[in-house]
């Protein structure tokens, strides 16, 4: 293979040639779409920023489209991967960007993240059956700020509207408070369904996470525990729906919160004061 001029990497081999050999497909069981855009890729890893000498964490890399979009943009990559037919591509990856590459296998729910890839921007397309999962774990927790610097992040598009949706629309619900009380999320841009491999029966979105100092005083752990019953019965009124937490009611009352409203009016930090009291 040769040489790019002026670079010290070899120019690998078309993504399709690389899933061909290695007779790679998609799996429907991992939530696994293949992306092979080399445009969009880097598109998707110029999100965050530069990441020259930067480090990057992503889920679920496949074949390593977006991998390889990273490490041209200068990213040191630590990757978790579960498939191991996977894996000779990636290997692949790391012979051709020496020492540039970590490999995890794994399942990216059992990682200790702070531990592998502290203080990295997280870039993934991530497997669908795994995405909310995980965003609500990486903004959960018990202290804060995060191990994570940003997330860059592609979920189905009605996932990515939730995340960024204000109070009073039809998106919103629990996945935007829990994403904007410790972070300030925005729709970077949608991904057509013909850009995958096989294309999905949705549309995609990027979406890019900043963490924000949180407020103080206030459990994660509350937090999600008050957004889930109020958002469990959203057509109800909180009077109703907040019954199914002990002490819920009595928290939104001491909030100011008229418990005749219905959860999708409460703002971000109306649920955040609740579950400060709540917490107390």
């Known amino acids: 293979m040769r040489r790019e001029p002026g670079e010290g990497f070899l120019t690998l081999p078309p993504l399709r040639e690389v899933i061909a050999r290695h007779g790679l497909s ?44 990273l490490l041209r943009a200068g990213a040191q990559v630590t990757a978790v991967e579960r498939d191991r037919r996977c894996w000779p591509a ?23 993240e702070a531990a592998v890839a502290g203080g990295t921007h997280v870039v993934a397309n991530l497997p669908y059956n795994v995405g909310t999962a995980l965003l609500v774990r990486w903004l959960g927790g018990a202290g804060w700020l995060p191990w994570w610097t940003s997330l860059t992040l592609m979920f189905q598009r009605e996932v990515a509207e939730r995340i960024v949706a204000r109070p009073d629309t039809p998106a919103y619900g629990r996945l935007s408070v829990l994403a904007q009380w410790r972070s300030r999320p925005t729709l970077a841009f949608a991904v057509n369904r013909a850009a995958f491999v096989p294309p999905p029966k949705v549309t995609s979105a990027v979406v890019h996470l900043v963490p924000m100092p949180a407020p103080a005083g206030v459990a994660a752990a509350r937090l999600e525990a008050l957004t889930a019953a109020a958002f469990g019965q959203r057509r109800k009124m909180l009077r109703q729906s907040l019954r199914a937490l002990p002490g819920a009611p009595e928290a939104a009352e001491q909030a100011g919160i008229d418990l005749t409203r219905r959860a999708e009016t409460l703002s971000v930090a109306e649920f955040v004061e609740a579950a400060r009291r709540l917490s107390a």
């Open 90 to 112: 990636l290997a692949e990856l790391g012979e051709a960007f020496p020492g540039r590459l970590a490999l995890i296998e794994g399942d990216a729910l059992a990682v200790d």
């Open 26 to 69: 998609a799996d429907k069981a991992l939530g696994q779409n293949f992306l092979l855009d080399d445009n969009l890729l880097d598109r998707i890893a110029r999100v965050p920023g530069d990441l020259a000498g930067a480090r990057a964490y992503e889920v679920g890399p496949g074949p390593g489209g977006l991998t390889r979009a």
